[in-house]
């Protein structure tokens, strides 16, 4: 009987200990992931972290203009990490809590950034002005993408700390006002990292091979969906190494730069995409990640 009580007490602790080491790596868990949210830059291209006024562990769903944004838990608080697209003006915008006949709405405030211009000759005509049979390809490639980019993915955890895909130069920034052969074309939706053609291309972050193919503009890409509207691209590789409906881990290998599609260069295209919105990645970077592609 003293045999049983002692292995029972035993057991207890052991219990005890479990649920102490449990909870300290949960509070441990919790501040890691809140020291891993993106930088907050609330302006066109960028991303605003908006708190919201809710209690409970339900997460809340919310919309901008329509569109279902990122909700995460940092510090206890729920809070909406929204995509800013490099159209929007300066001013005031609302986001809507969902909560069945009366939404609740909070609002967040734009700030104004110019974005400096960036003029590239190409001297195939048709990368700049494409004929019809090209233009019926592009649009559907333009149909896949946005089927890719308004998919919203309910998970859990989602990482917004990023590694870097490839370790080289900016060779062209996010939101540069691009002009090709002296016309004026949408602002650069990503950054361009100069590498030599063939390097690796590793994944950022987990998540699922979204879609991959061989586009007009971007050559061959992959789009990867990290989770709740996260969706990051790599265009212009010379060989895609993963599938469509793979999951992937951070730091696998995903392809090899190359120079395919609209390039002057090898160079790897890299993008960020957050509630259908293009925004800055470097934003998802450290300092550290962004000093080295930076100096």
């Known amino acids: ?11 207890m602790m052991n219990k005890v200990l479990q649920t102490i080491v449990g909870g300290v790596l949960c509070c ?5 992931w809140a020291a891993e949210l993106p930088q907050t830059e609330a302006v066109p291209g960028g991303i605003a972290i908006v708190p919201l006024p809710l209690h409970g562990d339900r997460r809340p769903v919310v919309r901008y203009w329509g569109k279902r944004v990122m909700v995460v838990r940092q510090e206890g608080q729920w809070q909406a990490v929204v995509g800013i697209p490099l159209s929007a003006r300066s001013g005031h915008y609302n986001l809507h809590i969902d909560g069945g006949k009366h939404d609740r709405i909070v609002t967040f405030v734009v700030r104004p950034k110019q974005y400096p211009v960036q003029r590239l000759t190409l001297s195939n005509k048709l990368l700049v002005n494409p004929d019809a049979e090209e233009l019926k390809r592009i ?4 149909r896949l993408s946005k089927r890719v980019f308004t998919t919203f993915r309910p998970v859990d955890d989602v990482a917004t700390r990023f590694t870097l895909p490839v370790v080289g130069p900016v060779s062209s920034a996010f939101g540069l006002r691009r002009f090709f052969n002296g016309e004026p074309r949408n602002p650069h ?14 994944a950022p ?26 969706v990051t691209m790599y265009c212009h590789l010379s060989k895609i190494e993963v599938k469509p409906g793979q999951q992937v881990r ?19 295209h890299w993008g960020v995409s957050l509630n259908n919105d293009r925004v800055d990645p470097m934003l998802f970077l450290s300092r550290e990640s962004i000093a080295s592609i930076t100096h």
């Open 1 to 11: 009987m003293a045999a049983c009580r002692a292995e029972w007490n035993i057991y």
């Open 28 to 32: 441990l868990s919790a501040t890691l």
């Open 139 to 142: 649009f559907r490639e333009q």
């Open 189 to 202: 939706s990503g950054i361009d990292l100069a590498v030599p053609a063939g390097t690796p291309v590793h």
């Open 205 to 230: 972050a987990a998540g699922r091979v979204a879609a991959t193919g061989d586009f007009f503009f971007d050559g061959n890409v992959v789009f990867i969906d990290h989770g709740q509207g996260l």
């Open 250 to 268: 951070q730091g696998q290998v995903i392809g090899e730069v190359g120079m395919t599609g609209r390039a002057t260069g090898p160079n790897l």
